[in-house]
């Protein structure tokens, strides 16, 4: 029997679908795409290249002919699966099951030209059972969902190619427009917008600790002041977020600091009498199964992952055969996924736990399209984290997965909601609690909140039993201060949500489009926060004005429902290219003739209301322009400054700080120049003697590490940090460097081209070699080094400042261990043998040894070998 080719994207998918397949089929992987349009004018075939369009990579005049061309880093793929082909009788093509997969198979089709027979496999996870039926019930390619793709590629080329070059002559050279990326980046702006005008309110209240009698565990509670004087007090929401008062038509009782302490004093002493008491029970039902989009956001809440390490990290678990698809926007689960997740939950919580019958989702997401089962564990038997061979981020994701789905089998939560209203005087108290009368789905899930103060359904906040008319103690009473929060910043959990309810991109694109605006420099990341930038503000304001469509919302999930229509056959994908790019109203036509209306002073500028000077995009960055008696002066903007926060004050401090050039921090004394502390577009920096005009080598500079501030900067820390990288010593086993310095990603420690990142509380200027080797073997192990389990040969006692004094089991020895302090035991001592005076003088020792001279100790043994 001849054999079989296999064509899948990854050599990991390659890998596990060659598990259950017979020996006489084949399997390669593609390693993703192998053509596409090209990505640069050396890409363009030389026949190509003096046609009009050849730039552009479509056709237009030829009915949107695609120029599909094969890179450089893909010929070698394309021959040698050329190659396996040659001496195949069948080709199957096992890409992914949604649009972008059926896209790579046709690809691959066009490309390898094959006279064998043609089949195309489809499944949604990597097990025995789903390969097999797969194979039995092969298909042809879905040319509609090809065309589907295709348009999209297209699309996304047109806007870009074509609105791109303007944004470069009126704002900036290499700044991108995107038909879904600049809706998204406009998304981002008007929440900044927002923040900028957001004013302020302020107002107190009262909050009491109050105590049943009598004082026992349990018995305390807290209320808040509801009214006074028969008026409600105000809250948060009663206030007007563009003025900062009382919004019109409220009728409460504001209360400032001196009529709240006035109150405190007035009711302290009165008698608490309980005058409500209500109660109800409520249910929670669980929440349904994982789709791209949910899981996304969970992570984010939970893990702390980005769009994209979550979609790479649930890419990982499927190809290995551990989840099903991850690109989907179904709740669906399949009846043996139902049946096995009952199964598990019985067996582990009991019958008591799983819900009445099995609960069947449906999915809320307008066409609903990609995979069509949610994302769940693969196979049926709903494996549990802890018996697969996952560690890490890995087991942590596939854990996610797996609660979730098999709580989603499981039973109501049942809670007791309980009121209670307090009166002393004429004010009334009011607190509230929760019991949970049955966890139900609680046990195993519970779903995060993007709002951090915001208290999990399955925390309990009990109230004592009390009753109408029975009198509490107050234990305290304070009067408490509050302002209101401008409306909070997107995250990328939150971002994904707001473009998956507006329809904007669909479960394969989330993940790309909130990278790409981060790596274009339409947004940066502070904390979990997407703030954008000024060339954000500026760019969304031109298309805001001359190019609305394509920034609005409604515009672009109807593109969105178009390109479904394709996928499903309802449209034709080239009917809809001419009436989006061709004709009066086509984009093409728009460019050429709102060009001339755009002026690129106007488009460079972006409006701030309240600030007076003047913000623009110049070549190099965002920069503040502000005319002082007839004399114009300029300052960068740092490009991590959020556009909410800059005011009068921030920009007079920036002018200041150009005029009044770089603070001096001292000498440098083995070079004896001036080391300069400096403020430039990135932040802070230090800097070794002046800049000189006439060489051509430029000082040496340090940026501040993360947590430093200029104010607190020393000499000391300057010289370390230029002194940054360092040599701490040779590697014991390979007599190779050991250094550490900062990069792109932060600190690290590196020895042979192994990289290994500083995470606090090590710090790269004064990490020792030591420290270096246990996280360069922890690296080695997999994560299972000297750092990750350490085996304890002796205690050797407490040290005097705190902290246990250990001998410890290393990759390269016994060595003592306190604290971030680690010595090696010299080799003819024993580790048993080691006394807690002898590691206390080792550590004092190695406390003391200033660390220039273990640098320079380190220089002499590498220069003497």
Not at 51 to 72: C, H, M, S, T
Not at 366 to 395: C, F, T, V
Not at 629 to 654: F, Q, Y
Not at 705 to 720: D, N, V
Request: proline share 6%; aromatic share 6%.
């Amino acid at each position: 029997m001849g054999k079989k080719l296999v064509i899948v994207e990854s050599p990991t998918k390659a890998k596990t679908i060659g598990k259950f397949l017979p020996k006489e089929y084949l399997v390669k992987a593609s390693m993703g795409h192998v053509r596409d349009l090209p990505a640069s004018a050396a890409e363009i075939p030389e026949k190509e290249k003096n046609k009009p369009w050849a730039r552009l990579g479509v056709n237009v005049e030829a009915d949107f002919e695609p120029l599909y061309v094969i890179p450089e880093s893909k010929r070698k793929v394309v021959a040698e699966l050329k190659a396996a082909l040659k001496d195949a009788e069948e080709l199957i093509l096992a890409t992914d099951e949604d649009r972008e997969g059926e896209s790579i198979g046709w690809h691959l089709r066009e490309v390898l030209k094959p006279k064998q027979p043609v089949r195309r496999m489809v499944f949604h996870e990597i097990t025995r059972e789903a390969i097999e039926q797969a194979l039995r019930e092969t298909r042809d390619l879905d040319l509609d969902l090809v065309h589907a793709q295709e348009t999209r590629r297209i699309l996304d080329r047109l806007v870009g190619y074509t609105v791109s070059p303007l944004l470069w002559r009126k704002i900036a050279p290499r700044l991108s427009a995107g038909r879904v990326q600049s809706v998204a980046v406009r998304l981002l702006v008007q929440r900044e917008r927002d923040r900028r005008a957001f004013v302020p309110g302020r107002y107190w209240d009262l909050r009491a600790l109050l105590n049943k009698r009598p004082d026992q565990p349990g018995h305390r509670f807290e209320a808040t002041l509801v009214s006074a004087g028969g008026k409600r007090i105000a809250t948060g929401r009663d206030f007007d977020e563009h003025t900062g008062q009382i919004a019109a038509g409220k009728d409460v009782l504001l209360l400032n600091q001196q009529e709240a302490e006035a109150l405190r004093t007035r009711l302290l002493n009165g008698e608490w009498t309980v005058v409500e008491v209500e109660e109800k029970d409520a249910t929670r039902a669980p929440y349904a199964p994982f789709t791209t989009s949910t899981l996304q956001q969970e992570a984010n809440r939970k893990l702390g992952l980005s769009a994209r390490e979550t979609m790479r990290i649930a890419q990982n678990l499927y190809e290995n055969g551990y989840i099903t698809y991850m690109r989907t926007d179904s709740v669906h689960l399949s009846d043996e996924a139902i049946h096995a997740a009952r199964r598990r939950i019985r067996e582990m919580y009991g019958e008591e736990y799983l819900s009445p019958s099995p609960r069947r989702y449906q999915t809320k997401t307008a066409n609903a399209q990609e995979a069509h089962e949610a994302i769940r564990p693969a196979g049926d038997q709903m494996i549990p984290p802890d018996s697969l061979p996952l560690e890490g981020r890995e087991k942590a994701l596939y854990e996610l997965i797996w609660k979730r789905t098999i709580a989603s089998q499981m039973a109501n939560a049942r809670l007791k909601l309980r009121t209670v209203t307090v009166a002393v005087d004429d004010a009334l108290f009011r607190a509230s609690g929760r019991t949970i009368l049955f966890p139900g789905f609680f046990r195993a899930y519970v779903e995060g909140s993007d709002d951090p103060d915001a208290a999990l359904e399955s925390q309990e906040q009990p109230l004592p039993a009390l009753s109408v008319g029975e009198v509490v103690d107050c234990r305290d009473l304070e009067a408490i201060g509050h302002e209101t929060q401008p409306p909070p910043r997107y995250t990328e959990a939150t971002l994904v949500k707001a473009l998956e309810a507006e329809g904007i991109g669909r479960p394969s694109t989330y993940a790309t489009i909130i990278d790409t605006i981060l790596q274009r420099g339409y947004a940066f990341k502070q904390r979990k926060e997407l703030v954008p930038t000024f060339t954000a503000f500026a760019v969304t304001a031109l298309l805001e004005k001359h190019f609305q469509e394509l920034v609005d919302l409604k515009f672009t999930a109807n593109m969105e429902q178009r390109l479904d229509d394709i996928a499903t056959g309802a449209a034709d994908h080239l009917a809809y290219l001419r009436e989006f790019y061709l004709g009066e109203s086509g984009l093409e036509h728009q460019v050429k003739s709102r060009e001339a209306a755009i002026d690129p002073r106007e488009a460079s500028t972006v409006a701030l209301e309240d600030l007076h000077a003047e913000v623009r995009i110049g070549q190099y960055g965002p920069f503040v322009v502000r005319e002082d008696n007839g004399e114009r002066r300029t300052a960068g903007l740092p490009p991590t400054l959020p556009p909410a926060d800059l005011t009068d004050e921030l920009v007079e401090e920036l002018l200041n700080k150009k005029v009044e050039g770089p603070q001096v921090l001292g000498v440098d004394p083995e070079s004896g120049l001036p080391v300069l502390l400096k403020t430039g577009p990135y932040g802070p920096y230090v800097q070794l003697g002046e800049d000189d005009p006439n060489s051509k080598t430029k000082p040496k500079r340090a940026s501040l590490l993360k947590g430093m501030t200029p104010e607190e900067l020393t000499i000391e820390t300057a010289l370390a940090l230029l002194s940054l990288p360092r040599t701490l010593g040779e590697h014991p086993e390979t007599g190779k460097p050991v250094q550490a310095g900062v990069g792109r990603f932060g600190p690290y420690v590196v020895h042979d081209g192994v990289y290994v990142n500083l995470r606090p509380p090590d710090s790269v200027l004064d990490i020792d070699l030591d420290r270096a080797l246990e996280l360069l073997a922890t690296k080695a192990n997999g994560g299972k080094g000297r750092g990750a389990s350490k085996t304890v040969l002796k205690e050797l006692g407490e040290h005097p400042e705190g902290g246990a004094v250990q001998v410890l089991e290393g990759r390269y020895g016994p060595y003592v261990s306190w604290k971030k302090v680690n010595i090696t035991i010299p080799k003819e001592m024993q580790p048993t043998d080691v006394t807690l005076e002898q590691a206390l003088a080792w550590i004092a020792e190695k406390q003391t040894k200033p660390k220039t001279a273990r640098k320079r100790a380190a220089k002499s043994t590498k220069t003497a070998a």
